[in-house]
């Protein structure tokens, strides 16, 4: 790449300073908030006139006040968005790799319908789902949650998991299968190695959009058996009924974000693009 | 080491296309042949169904005598490079090498891999190289990379699919040497696909002239382009290509565009009850009447105007342009099409010898000699003058000359064994 000027450096610099504060601003406000005690929050300054541990007392420690909501919640959020994930890529890798692969009858239509359900207002369907849920007996449950999510991270997944496939040279599984292998084997060695960069970034997308509903989340539980962390933290109250739970809200935020930190710190060095480079000419 | 033969093959696409016509074709065991044609001949789906990586439509495929049709293509044992070379990227070119061999088809241990990619990689040159990532490759290391993993299979055989035409001319003219030595050297049947005729020229013991999928001739280099079948054949195969000019029979007399040419017996006999032929006439066939020091008894001399002229160092390139018969201009035009070609006027191409004093703008003395010329039916373009027992002998010439270099490469591989 050709070096910058001095000029060119510097408007590079307060673009990326302008956009690091719009976006992180938020994220420190909230953390400070946390650290806040009851009477601080007013205080009107961003950071704690005095620090304390309590709002992670009141959602974590046993004995808190928010424990009992928070912890189930948490633990149904890592789970259902961990399965709607799985679920979501493995199917969205196999119907992706035969989009991208395969010329079959109805492929755009396949696509088009995913298009289609990704734009669909969630709004629009969710009352219609939690009386279908009442009736069938999924409202409350984990797999009542799991099945809606799918609807939303499959069609995104197949759309960027198509994308990568077609990226990948053919003519490497040809290659592979010339060479002794079997169409499996062809695959496994050839392709999911090249696919997995996209693999991974479908399925830290499709968890993001798991984890942060919040819709869904409301409507389809009532009780700890599946409401998930999007949910319950609109279910806080403070200790008396004039107190804001704006602390122990914001302490539980900050513990919601640990997770997806941690598994986009983990996955970030498998995100490398440019994998497929040299496979062919070009 | 192994056999192939085509019988019959026919691939009909599901749109209903057919990109190969029932192509026969028996290639020996240890032969280098090679499919060549413009482009949508076929030649490439040709290829792609002897690997398996096609379906076969109609006919039979066999190797070794055993019909392979609806074999998988890990059960065929060939190897092939690919024209985009398909290494795997995510893989050091040693493990590229080592891909066959680390399959569950394969059931070599690691020392055995070792050797055997320590030893496709000296003769290839590749050994510093090995612990490398394609990406950062040249062209001609990721081609060698290819050839290589081609190799250490010990396939039956080897096929390619135009393998250099990613490479820039020098390395192309390396490569194709050194193809042709490594076949010659391990004496292994190899199918090659080409378009280039340089190639199909240096590189086969036979070559099969495809057109549109159909199989035009297969014959020795020399055989296509002393006695090529057909006009197609006679048009694809020399370069610059052979001229083809309308010839009117007048009583005993050929007239064509430049010249009138007396008939021998030879052209007597070819042109038969027919008024009009197409003459095709080779540009080496001509002399600069003024300047060579051939004697030039009982051949032709026209007077030309010489349009352009071509210094390339070892050669001299004139051309002559000239008004063609109306009755054969479709045909040519259709020939040319057919070749690729999109030549907007009519004019000789003619190779003299590079001392030639002959210069744009001038007249010229041209000889050539009746022998020279090929005549052919202007409604079937079959070659009228096509000499059987000559093609014959050049055949049985080549033949005998591939069964020496493929003695020639046993005994130095006994060589090299004992001395091991």
């Given at each position: 790449?050709?070096?910058m000027?001095w ?8 673009i990326i300073a ?8 938020p994220v420190f ?13 007013f ?5 704690p006139e005095?620090?304390t ?9 046993p ?43 109805g492929?755009?239509i ?12 969630i709004?629009s ?14 409202y409350?449950?984990?797999?009542g949650?799991i ?5 939303l ?6 759309w ?13 599984e ?11 084997e ?16 479908t ?7 798991a ?11 009532s ?13 806080f ?15 539980a ?10 598994v ?19 | ?9 026919v691939k ?15 290639i ?6 090679i ?26 495929l066999k ?61 290839l ?11 950062n ?9 290819a ?18 035409s990613?490479?820039?001319?020098k390395?192309r ?22 378009h280039?005729?340089?190639e199909?020229?240096?590189?086969g ?15 020795s280099?020399r ?29 005993d007399?050929l ?43 009982g051949?032709?001399t ?5 349009e ?26 259709e ?7 999109e ?11 590079a001392?030639?004093?002959i210069r ?7 000889w ?37 270099a493929?003695?020639?490469?046993k ?10």
């Amino acid at each position: 790449m050709r070096a910058m000027t001095w000029p060119q450096r510097i408007t590079w610099i307060v673009i990326i300073a302008v956009v690091l504060v719009w976006s992180l601003f938020p994220v420190f406000s909230i953390a400070m908030t946390s650290f806040k005690t009851p009477a601080g929050l007013f205080s009107g300054t961003l950071l704690p006139e005095e620090w304390t541990l309590d709002n992670y007392a009141t959602i974590l420690a046993p004995g808190g006040s928010a424990q009992d909501l928070f912890l189930p919640a948490l633990r149904n959020s890592i789970g259902i968005s961990l399965i709607a994930t799985f679920i979501a890529v493995v199917l969205a890798t196999l119907c992706a790799y035969a989009i991208a692969r395969l010329d079959f009858p109805g492929k755009r239509i396949i696509l088009t319908t995913a298009l289609a359900v990704s734009v669909f207002p969630i709004v629009s369907i969710v009352t219609p789902l939690f009386n279908l849920w009442r009736v069938v007996g999924l409202y409350d449950t984990w797999l009542g949650l799991i099945i809606p999510y799918l609807s939303l991270t499959l069609p995104i997944s197949i759309w960027t998991l198509a994308a990568f496939f077609r990226q990948i040279p053919w003519e490497l599984e040809q290659a592979a299968q010339v060479d002794g292998a079997t169409p499996f084997e062809a695959f496994r060695k050839t392709v999911v190695p090249l696919a997995a960069p996209g693999v991974f970034t479908t399925a830290i997308i499709a968890f993001f959009i798991a984890w942060n509903d919040f819709v869904y989340g409301i409507s389809l539980t009532s009780t700890d058996a599946a409401r998930p962390v999007p949910a319950a933290l609109s279910f806080f109250t403070g200790a008396s009924q004039f107190e804001e739970p704006t602390g122990a809200i914001s302490a539980a935020a900050i513990v919601v974000t640990i997770p997806i930190v941690i598994v986009v710190v983990i996955f970030q060095r498998r995100i490398v693009s440019g994998l497929t480079q040299g496979a062919v000419k070009g | 080491m192994a056999s192939i033969t085509l019988n019959r093959i026919v691939k009909t696409y599901d749109d209903g296309f057919t990109a190969v016509k029932g192509v026969d074709l028996d290639i020996a065991d240890g032969e280098f042949v090679i499919l060549v044609g413009p482009s949508g001949c076929g030649k490439s789906t040709l290829l792609r169904m002897i690997v398996g990586l096609e379906d076969i439509s109609d006919g039979e495929l066999k190797i070794d005598d055993e019909v392979v049709n609806d074999k998988a293509p890990k059960d065929r044992n060939l190897a092939m490079v690919f024209q985009n070379y398909a290494l795997y990227p995510h893989l050091t070119v040693y493990e590229n090498i080592a891909f066959p061999m680390r399959l569950k088809s394969s059931d070599l241990d690691d020392k055995e891999i070792d050797e055997r990619v320590r030893k496709a990689s000296k003769l290839l040159e590749l050994d510093e190289h090995l612990e490398r990532k394609p990406a950062n490759l040249s062209g001609g290391q990721r081609q060698r990379v290819a050839m290589g993993r081609a190799i250490v299979r010990n396939a039956s055989a080897f096929l390619f699919d135009e393998p250099l035409s990613n490479l820039d001319a020098k390395l192309r003219g390396q490569m194709r040497t050194e193809i042709a030595r490594l076949q010659r050297s391990l004496g292994i049947t190899t199918v090659y696909v080409t378009h280039d005729q340089t190639e199909a020229m240096t590189l086969g013991d036979r070559v099969a002239v495809l057109r549109r999928g159909e199989l035009q001739q297969v014959a020795s280099p020399r055989g296509l382009y002393d006695q090529p079948v057909n006009l197609f054949v006679a048009g694809f195969i020399g370069s610059p290509p052979m001229n083809f000019l309308s010839g009117t029979v007048d009583g005993d007399m050929l007239r064509l565009p430049i010249a009138d040419v007396p008939l021998d017996d030879r052209l007597r006999a070819a042109v038969e009850g027919r008024d009009l032929v197409i003459v095709g006439i080779r540009p080496d066939a001509f002399e600069d009447a003024d300047a060579t020091e051939r004697d030039l008894v009982g051949g032709v001399t026209a007077e030309l105007d010489i349009e352009m002229t071509e210094w390339l160092g070892e050669v001299l390139y004139a051309y002559v342009p000239y008004d063609t018969d109306e009755t054969v201009k479709d045909k040519l035009s259709e020939l040319d099409r057919d070749l690729d070609g999109e030549s907007l006027r009519t004019e000789l191409v003619v190779a003299l010898d590079a001392m030639s004093a002959i210069r744009a703008g001038d007249a010229a003395r041209l000889w050539f000699s009746p022998d020279s010329l090929h005549l052919f039916d202007p409604e079937s373009g079959v070659n009228l003058t096509r000499d059987e027992t000559k093609a014959e002998k050049l055949e049985e010439d080549a033949r005998a000359a591939r069964k020496r270099a493929l003695e020639r490469a046993k005994e130095r591989q006994a060589k090299e064994q004992q001395r091991a």
